[in-house]
């Protein structure tokens, strides 16, 4: 998306997490404990991959997109599906996007990425007289620089 920035991968993390499974230092309920809430989710909307459950490898992952923000009032919190985030980032400022990846046949469930969408990411990349790659390398490098001079000026 073009006005994804400052992203948050958390690969590294999952693969502490099943380090530890693999090792007996953890058992399989504890990583398999995606709540009903989180499942139904997956179901309705989100957005179904190619990746196979680390855990059961049965079934394929599904990722979630939660949505979070100050303008989205009673919307802050919902799952979207991917088709909306592009909507909702020509329209808001700023939010906040949780991407969560979800076994409906084992419950595994895992923090995957976050990153903030908007049109605020819009205008640090004009100030900057830079282009965001589709990966938001520009607003990683110069995004914190641009929001400061914004905030400076309000």
């Given at each position: 998306?073009?006005?994804?920035r ?15 499974l ?17 499942k ?36 802050a ?12 980032a ?13 076994c409906?046949?084992?419950d595994?469930?895992h923090l ?22 589709s ?14 001079r ?5």
């Open positions: 998306m073009r006005t994804q400052q992203v948050v991968d958390y690969s590294l993390q999952k693969r502490a997490v099943l380090r530890e693999l090792a007996g230092r953890v058992g399989a309920y504890d990583v398999c404990d995606a709540s009903p809430y989180l139904n989710a997956a179901r309705f909307h989100g957005e179904p991959t190619d990746q196979r459950c680390p855990i059961c490898r049965s079934e394929n992952l599904t990722h979630v997109h939660y949505i979070y923000g100050d303008e989205l009032k009673q919307s919190g919902q799952a979207r599906t991917l088709a909306e985030l592009p909507v909702l020509m329209t808001l400022r700023e939010f906040q996007v949780f991407v969560v990846e979800v409906l046949g084992c595994w469930n995957v990425e976050q990153y903030l969408l908007g049109r605020d990411g819009l205008a640090g990349a004009a100030e900057g007289g830079q282009e965001q790659d990966m938001g390398g520009a607003a990683a490098q110069g995004g914190r620089a641009g929001r400061r914004r905030e400076a000026q309000r």
